[in-house]
Nanobody, 127 residues
Framework: QLQLVESGGGLVQPGGSLRLSCVGS????????IGWFRQAPGKEREGVAC????????SYVDSVKGRFTVSRDNAKNTVFLQMNSLKPEDTAVYYC????????????????????WGQGTSVTVSS
């Protein structure tokens, strides 16, 4: 069955970096758009970034542009989220998800378009 597993979260100081990974299985990985989302305590889940199946198209929410980079290695069924210059407001549980739709526009992924989700990995940015 379809499965997504995130890893790479942890505690990091402001200004630091982390790289999250999302490994997919049970589907033809390179056919599908993968999105990254996050949910901070008491807040709604928001889209962070997405990447097309080929990796040629990406989109980011404004708050992470210039700091986060999404990429994928289809040979390893893995999508990455490189997070640099982290801020306390980036603290959240980060989820990856898959959609049969598109990664387009300049505002990042829309959660209602995504069908299957991983279990999340926690990121805390604090000194």
């Amino acid at each position: 069955q379809l499965q997504l597993v995130e890893s790479g979260g942890g505690l990091v100081q402001p200004g630091g970096s982390l790289r999250l990974s999302c490994v997919g299985s049970g589907f033809t990985f390179d056919y599908y758009v993968i999105g990254w989302f996050r949910q901070a305590p008491g807040k709604e889940r928001e889209g962070v970034a997405c990447i097309s199946g080929s990796g040629s198209s990406t989109s980011y929410v404004d708050s992470v542009k210039g700091r986060f980079t999404v990429s994928r290695d289809n040979a390893k069924n893995t999508v990455f989220l490189q997070m640099n210059s982290l801020k306390p407001e980036d603290t959240a549980v980060y989820y990856c998800a898959v959609t049969g739709g598109y990664c387009s526009g300049d505002a990042g992924p829309r959660k209602y378009e995504y069908d299957y989700w991983g279990q999340g990995t926690s990121v805390t940015v604090s000194s």
